[in-house]
């Protein structure tokens, strides 16, 4: 991290603001359809509240699928990896799971799980399980053979082999996995939102939305866009430090 | 030398019998006999794709699809009593110089200080001692093969069987590794194969050829003197001016 990283978004987002402002100016569209950047920040400090509490409900939305989803992914990889069985039964669950779109699964499963937050946790859980499943499994089955033979001529056990071999070689490409989930985690739960709920960012702009008040719907977004961001961040940054021996190669690359 | 590890008693000879691998219903070996003496340096010379990396594995127990007796004089299993060292290093990127040369204990979990005082000593031999607590990334191709030769010294085991460990190295690091393992492996019984007749020359105390489809080994080659021999001993040179007639040779009739 050097401060050119965080200055350029930095720069990039203000610009961005800029832009906003001087096509409000220059357009004179209505506020009801483009509000501008002041009226959105005003809404952000009156109605703090709300959005605050809007924004706890998405995340532990967010947050619970993911730890769900990427326990349930990392089993599944980990069963699928030692029993053939397994690995015949659960590959076309982990296609169909991909195959029949999040969106047309929501209105099921708030139908059957009601409209509180379980529902989205599960539209998230669903949503992130490929991506956690297919990377963890392609990393447990893509270990060194080298290290396998090494491994048996030393007299290992099958969980010592796992646990010292192929886990941590598996890392880096489970920690692929975990980035895609965290940026597909809001999805999920943003579209179980908007099914049906009574509580969250996503709850929140639908409503705004139908009273037009579209600079609230602005500021829920602006929230949910910065909470995804912090999300992924975060998640990279565990994967990171999760597979110090690869950020030492890259770095080694990237910057001279 | 007093390594805290008492060096193997009388280790034993290996007889290979009745080896055979067929591939792509063509014999590669048909009842090939391999006698490996006890203490002692066999090397294993031929034509890529004659199949000696599968002779050797075939000793190590590793799956090859090889059929064959392999025993011991002394009539105990081998099993527990090989080490094997391969062309890679096969050192694992997320563990230290000196946590991979006691990658063995790790995964028998059986670390304990002495062992680890013990991996000390050797990397000290083998002059790592300023490189124990790098990463492999971190280190160069000489000592990544050296910090693979203290791993396969520390299991401590009778029996040590090599498949082109030094290939990978300039001619000099190569000189250096083969000095090295000639010493600290003195009273193994090792099987080494290589492509480099010189290598062969320097380290072997009888030296096959291994040529033909079906392959059959040559007569062994015995050099005069202890291991390891200076280059420049002219009974080197010439029998190497023989051994490399013997290897053109050999290639031929493998393409054949």
Redesign the interface.
Known sequence: MTIGSLIRPTIVFAGLICAWQVVVMATAVPPYILPGPSSVASVFHERIDTLADNAGVTLIEILAGFAIGTIVGMASALIMTYFRPARLWLMPVLVVSQAVPVFALAPILTLWLGYGIESKIAMAVLIIYFPVTAAFYDGLRRTDPGWIDLARVMNASRSAELRHIRLPAALPALGSGLRVAAAVAPIGAVVGEWVGSSAGLGYLMLHANARVQIDLMFAALFTLAVMACVFYFAIDTIARRLTPWQTEISIEKEDP | MNTGLSSAAAAPSIHVRDASLVYDRTFLFDRLALDISGSAWTVLLGPSGVGKTTLL?LV???ETGASGQVESDDGAAL??R???M?Q?D?L???LSVRENAT??A????SVSNERIAAADELLARAGLTAAADL?P??CSGGMRQRAALVRTLM?NRPII?MDEPFSALDAITRLQLQDIAADLLADRTVLLVTHDPLEALRLGYRIHVMSGRPARLGDAIAPVGPAPRQVTDPRLVKLQTELLAQLAEAARETAA
Do not use: K, T
């Open positions: 594995r190590a127990g590793l099993d527990r090989i080490s094997y391969a890679q096969l694992l990127p997320w990658l063995g790790r995964l028998r979990g990463l990334a971190a299991e069987l």
